[in-house]
């Protein structure tokens, strides 16, 4: 019985692949089929054990190809949660990796720059380098809230309960005495190399399938731990990027 009405759920990132393929100029109604085809080359699954969407980002009859962008899930994973939702009483409309969920969420829909989306989590951050509206590169980090909390109790040597509320209350304000500004510092250092990275990355000529321009507009940092007084400032200032949280 649907007790609470339809929802559009989304799947862990942790299971999910993102691919850019290019494609020789096709019709429409043929691209499905050519992806499928090569779905085994570039994921540890046979094609029938994945389920997998695209999107058609560039196609061009006189350049005699098209870029999709390509993003798959095992069947298995799939099929587990929706299972579980359609066992909670919820009719599922569609399911969405969760970082294509959260930028459909965050990012504005007519928006044509460059974004890193930062969705740092209680145990995990996702991040997402997105162009007009679609994703190009996304991974996981395994480093979130968590990390965060546990560096407050080992340098400032306080209860759990004590150092969440020191992380929302003070974070990284620069305020005297903030004693939690060092060990937040330190932990999301890894968070702030890795969005250093994937901007380098993207910078590159990597991406041979994209065409506009690289340059990233914005940081966008969204997920519980984006809530951290003074996040936004450290990340802008570390980045030399604007920095917003979503």
């Given at each position: 019985?649907?007790?609470?009405?339809?929802?559009?759920?989304?799947?862990?990132?942790?299971?999910?692949?993102?691919?850019?393929?290019?494609?020789?100029?096709?019709?429409?109604?043929?691209?499905?089929?050519?992806?499928?085809?090569?779905?085994?080359?570039?994921?540890?699954?046979?094609?029938?054990?994945?389920?997998?969407?695209?999107?058609?980002?560039?196609?061009?009859?006189?350049?005699?190809?098209?870029?999709?962008?390509?993003?798959?899930?095992?069947?298995?994973?799939?099929?587990?949660?929706?299972?579980?939702?359609?066992?909670?009483?919820?009719?599922?409309?569609?399911?969405?990796?969760?970082?294509?969920?959260?930028?459909?969420?965050?990012?504005?829909?007519?928006?044509?720059?460059?974004?890193?989306?930062?969705?740092?989590?209680?145990?995990?951050?996702?991040?997402?380098?997105?162009?007009?509206?679609?994703?190009?590169?996304?991974?996981?980090?395994?480093?979130?809230?968590?990390?965060?909390?546990?560096?407050?109790?080992?340098?400032?040597?306080?209860?759990?309960?004590?150092?969440?509320?020191?992380?929302?209350?003070?974070?990284?304000?620069?305020?005297?005495?903030?004693?939690?500004?060092?060990?937040?510092?330190?932990?999301?250092?890894?968070?702030?190399?890795?969005?250093?990275?994937?901007?380098?990355?993207?910078?590159?000529?990597?991406?041979?399938?994209?065409?506009?321009?690289?340059?990233?507009?914005?940081?966008?940092?969204?997920?519980?731990?984006?809530?951290?007084?003074?996040i936004d400032n450290y990340l802008s200032s570390s980045?030399?990027?604007?920095?917003?949280?979503?």
């Amino acid at each position: 019985k649907n007790f609470f009405g339809t929802v559009n759920a989304s799947l862990p990132e942790d299971h999910a692949y993102f691919l850019r393929l290019r494609l020789p100029w096709m019709e429409a109604p043929k691209v499905r089929e050519a992806i499928e085809l090569q779905i085994e080359d570039h994921v540890p699954y046979l094609a029938e054990e994945v389920i997998f969407d695209y999107e058609i980002v560039n196609g061009n009859k006189s350049t005699q190809h098209i870029d999709t962008t390509v993003s798959i899930i095992p069947r298995l994973v799939a099929e587990k949660y929706l299972t579980t939702l359609q066992l909670a009483g919820l009719e599922v409309a569609s399911l969405s990796i969760e970082s294509d969920a959260m930028i459909k969420a965050v990012v504005p829909r007519d928006a044509e720059e460059t974004f890193i989306v930062v969705n740092i989590g209680k145990n995990k951050t996702v991040i997402s380098v997105v162009n007009g509206g679609t994703i190009w590169i996304s991974d996981t980090i395994k480093a979130g809230g968590d990390l965060l909390t546990e560096l407050i109790i080992k340098y400032l040597k306080v209860e759990r309960s004590v150092a969440e509320n020191i992380k929302y209350e003070k974070g990284l304000s620069e305020i005297k005495d903030n004693l939690a500004f060092e060990p937040l510092a330190l932990g999301l250092s890894s968070i702030r190399d890795e969005i250093i990275r994937y901007n380098m990355y993207w910078m590159s000529d990597k991406e041979a399938t994209f065409s506009g321009e690289r340059k990233v507009h914005k940081v966008i940092l969204c997920g519980r731990d984006a809530n951290i007084p003074g996040i936004d400032n450290y990340l802008s200032s570390s980045l030399k990027i604007s920095t917003v949280i979503a």
